[in-house]
């Protein structure tokens, strides 16, 4: 790797960052994948804290076993 991949790696590393700090995004906990929290159709609520869901699956297996996930 040349030194210019690795400067073009390290941007995209730190574009990732402010991206994901302006949008809010939170992690599905059944699949691990990212929800824009701004525009989620599925959430839950559980002690307090709000879910985020990519959909109603991941939504509906969550509700079933809320404490495997938190
Ligand atoms: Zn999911």
Known sequence: MS???IFYYW???IIT??????????IDPICKMEV???TAKFTFE???NTYYFCAPGCKAEFE???EKYV
């Open 17 to 26: 960052v402010l991206i994901n700090e302006v949008i809010q995004m939170a």
């Open 36 to 38: 824009d929290e701004a």
């Open 3 to 5: 030194y210019d991949n």
């Open 64 to 66: 079933a076993n809320p």
């Open 11 to 13: 941007n995209l590393e």
């Open 46 to 48: 559980f002690k307090g």
